[in-house]
C-alpha cells in the first residue's frame, strides 16, 4: 500500500492536504502527522481544511500548519494532488469544489466503512483504530521516526478516535503503536489533560442544555437529543465542541443506542448515532447517504428533526423487534 502513496507523491509537484467538514480529533491529527512525513521527504505541501480545528488542539500547533477556506486561506498553486484523510473525497465540506476541481488527481487515506469506487486511489482499511494509525504505518514503512511534536499530535487522534484506547477497533496493534509513540515522548496524562480537561464553559453549559431534551425510546434502548443553533447561541459553544456529547446517554446499562441531532451555526442540519456493537450504525447512515463506522456513524438531514427523529426510530424499532 505504501508503494501506491510513493508513487502518488513522486508524481505530485505540490500536494494538498484536506478532511471532513468540522474536522475531529483523527482528522487534524492524522494531517499534522502526514504534512511531517511529506515535508521530510522534501514534498512541497499544505493542509487546507473547510472548518476550523477546535481551540483545545492548539497545543499541537494547529494555528501553525493547518489553513482554513474563508478565513484563512492559503495560496494555492493552479494545479495539485489532493490527499483526502478520514472521510470520503466527497465528503470535505465548503472547500471541496475548489479542491476536485483543481486537484490532478485525488488519494484517500481512511479506515471509515464506506466502499470506494475505483475512481479513487488510496489506502483504505476499515479494520483501523483509526487515520492516524494508518499514518503511523506507513511512517513506519518509510523509516521515518516522527519527532515528539507528531507524536503527540499521532497518539491525540488515536485517543480521539479510539475512545481513549477502548472503542471497537482497538487492537494490540492500537496499543503498540500508543506504546511507541510513548517510547517518543508523548506524555498520556499531558495529552488526557489537554484533550479531556481543557473544555471551555461554553461547553459544560452546551452540555447542561443538550441534556435537557433528552428522551428515552423503545423501552429506553435508544436515547434521542437535539443541539439545535439556538442552544449553540446560548451556551456561547461552537458546533464543534458539541461532537462528544452523544456518548453521554450510552454511560445508562439499559441505553444501546443513541442518536443526537445536531446543527450548525448556519443551519446545517445532522444526525449522528452511536451505538454498544450489537446495532449498525453504519447500516443506518448509509440509507441516508452518510457514512462511518459500526459504532458510530452519521448523515445530514434535509428535512426536519422531528421528521427524521421518527424515521431514524421506525428503522431502529425492526432491529429491537
Ligand atoms: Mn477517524
Known amino acids: 500500500m505504501v508503494k501506491d502513496f510513493i508513487e502518488y507523491i513522486n508524481r505530485a ?10 474536522p475531529d ?13 511529506l515535508v521530510s521527504l522534501n514534498k512541497k505541501v499544505i493542509i487546507l481544511n473547510s472548518d476550523e480545528a477546535e481551540e483545545k488542539y492548539d497545543f499541537l500547533n494547529t ?4 489553513n482554513q477556506i474563508n478565513t484563512k486561506n492559503p495560496q494555492l498553486p493552479e494545479r495539485f494532488s489532493l490527499i483526502v484523510m478520514d472521510t470520503h473525497p466527497y465528503n470535505i465540506g465548503k ?34 483504530s483509526s487515520t492516524c494509525q494508518l499514518v503511523f504505518q506507513m511512517m513506519e514503512e518509510l523509516n521515518f521516526k516522527p519527532d515528539v511534536e507528531t507524536s503527540n499530535a499521532l497518539f491525540s487522534g488515536i ?7 477502548q472503542y471497537k477497533k482497538t487492537t494490540s496493534e492500537t496499543f503498540r503503536i ?6 517518543n515522548g508523548v506524555d498520556p496524562f499531558t495529552i488526557h489533560n489537554h484533550l479531556d480537561q481543557s473544555n471551555s464553559k461554553a461547553f459544560l453549559v452546551l452540555q447542561m442544555e443538550v441534556m435537557k431534551t433528552l428522551e428515552f425510546h423503545l423501552n429506553d434502548s435508544v436515547t434521542s437529543m437535539t443541539m439545535s443553533k439556538e442552544l449553540l447561541k446560548k451556551s456561547g459553544a461552537k458546533y464543534e465542541e458539541g461532537q462528544p456529547l452523544i456518548n453521554l446517554p450510552l454511560i445508562c446499562k ?40 459500526k459504532t458510530a456513524a452519521g448523515f445530514k438531514i434535509s428535512g426536519s428533526f422531528e421528521e427524521t427523529k421518527q424515521q431514524v426510530l421506525e428503522e431502529i424499532s425492526h432491529f429491537f423487534s
Not at 480529533?25 to 512525513?37: F, M, P, Q, R, V
Not at 485517543?159 to 484506547?165: C, E, K, L, Q, R
Open 13 to 22: 509537484e505540490y500536494l494538498v492536504l484536506t478532511s471532513h467538514e468540522s
Open 25 to 37: 480529533g483523527d482528522a487534524i491529527c492524522s494531517e499534522l502527522g502526514l504534512y511531517k512525513l
Open 63 to 66: 494555528r501553525k500548519y493547518i
Open 95 to 128: 472547500a471541496g469544489e475548489l479542491l476536485r476541481s483543481n486537484a490532478d488527481e485525488v488519494f484517500v487515506i481512511d479506515h471509515h466503512e464506506d466502499s470506494y469506487s475505483d475512481e479513487f486511489i488510496g489506502i483504505h482499511d476499515s479494520t483501523a
Open 159 to 165: 485517543v480521539y478516535d479510539t475512545g481513549s484506547f
Open 178 to 183: 500508543g506504546g511507541n509513540l510513548v517510547e
Open 254 to 293: 439499559d441505553v444501546e443506542i443513541s442518536i443526537l441531532f445536531k446543527e450548525n451555526e448556519s443551519g446545517v442540519k445532522r444526525c449522528s448515532v452511536r451505538s454498544k456493537g450489537n446495532f449498525d450504525c453504519f447500516e443506518l447512515a448509509n440509507k441516508y447517504n452518510g457514512g462511518g463506522h
